[in-house]
């Protein structure tokens, strides 16, 4: 297939309206770089005209529209971008980190699946009403990671991004033990057993690093656990 590069003609502004015809015209002819640089430029127009709430709105529907035609590395693209941008907003955020979520997981991506819960556990983080979300965002993550450092290489191969190289397999590793120790912290009186499980496999991989602080916290919340087991 043949790539076709576009760039907006002096007489053209850089609207997404104007892009969605121009991708209508192109269909299948664009490179995901492409897609990515003049998506980029649209972005800047709009929010140096401070038309911020009308680019998330026009750009929402756009990726939409790429779901819809099975454009699915276009629509992350676009989903990525806005949930930068809103990254201070958490109704918007919320809302497109679902759909994003829900885009990585069409592309097998494990790495934009963390990257999208990512952004729900900061906005569910202690909000005690979203405390069931912000369990099953953990629950999410610790399988992904777990995915993530047992099939590493496939994980990278699988990464769909323009912008930067994936994190190393040791820096996910470490995700995972946090993680791990966020969920023994919360479940640890509903569900001792599992708790104490997640807590033991995360104490090991900080003691390989010698994150003795992080130990010592998993002891205290182990013995925590074995107190009210046995009482």
Same mark, same amino acid.
């Given at each position: 297939?043949?790539?076709?590069?576009?760039?907006?003609?002096?007489?053209?502004i850089p609207t997404i309206e104007n892009f969605s015809i121009f991708l209508k015209e192109k269909k299948g002819k664009i490179?995901?770089?492409?897609?990515?640089?003049?998506?980029?430029?649209?972005?800047?127009?709009?929010?140096?005209?401070?038309?911020?709430?009308?680019?998330?709105?026009?750009?929402?529907?756009?990726?939409?529209?790429?779901?819809?035609?099975?454009?699915?590395?276009?629509?992350?693209?676009? *989903?990525?971008? @806005?949930? !930068?941008?809103?990254?201070?907003? +958490? #109704?918007? %955020?919320?809302?497109?980190?679902?759909?994003?979520?829900?885009?990585?997981?069409?592309?097998?991506?494990?790495?934009?699946?963390?990257?999208? *819960?990512?952004? @729900?556990? !900061?906005?569910?983080?202690?909000? +005690? #009403?979203? %405390?069931?979300?912000?369990?099953?965002?953990?629950?999410?993550?610790?399988?992904?990671?777990?995915?993530?450092?047992?099939?590493?290489?496939?994980?990278?191969?699988?990464?769909?991004?323009?912008?930067?190289?994936?994190?190393?397999?040791?820096?996910?590793?470490?995700?995972?033990?946090?993680?791990?120790?966020e969920i023994g912290k919360i479940t640890k009186r509903k569900h001792p057993l599992d708790a104490k499980s997640k807590l033991?496999?995360?104490?090991e991989i900080f003691n390989t690093r010698g994150y003795q602080k992080n130990v010592a916290y998993i002891d205290m919340l182990?013995?925590?656990?074995?107190?009210?087991?046995?009482?």
């Open positions: 297939m043949t790539f076709i590069d576009f760039t907006y003609s002096m007489n053209t490179s995901p770089e492409t897609f990515a640089d003049e998506f980029g430029k649209i972005r800047k127009h709009y929010l140096a005209s401070r038309q911020s709430d009308t680019f998330c709105l026009e750009a929402d529907i756009l990726a939409s529209k790429m779901i819809e035609e099975n454009n699915i590395d276009f629509a992350g693209i676009i *989903l990525s971008s @806005l949930c !930068k941008i809103t990254q201070f907003i +958490p #109704e918007q %955020l919320e809302n497109f980190a679902l759909k994003g979520l829900h885009v990585a997981r069409i592309n097998k991506d494990p790495i934009h699946i963390m990257a999208r *819960l990512n952004d @729900l556990r !900061k906005l569910y983080f202690r909000r +005690p #009403e979203k %405390l069931y979300e912000y369990v099953q965002v953990l629950y999410q993550q610790e399988k992904c990671l777990k995915e993530l450092t047992r099939n590493y290489d496939n994980s990278v191969k699988s990464f769909h991004t323009l912008a930067r190289n994936a994190a190393p397999q040791r820096d996910y590793k470490l995700m995972l033990a946090h993680v791990q120790t033991i496999s995360a104490r182990l013995n925590e656990i074995e107190k009210c087991y046995n009482s």
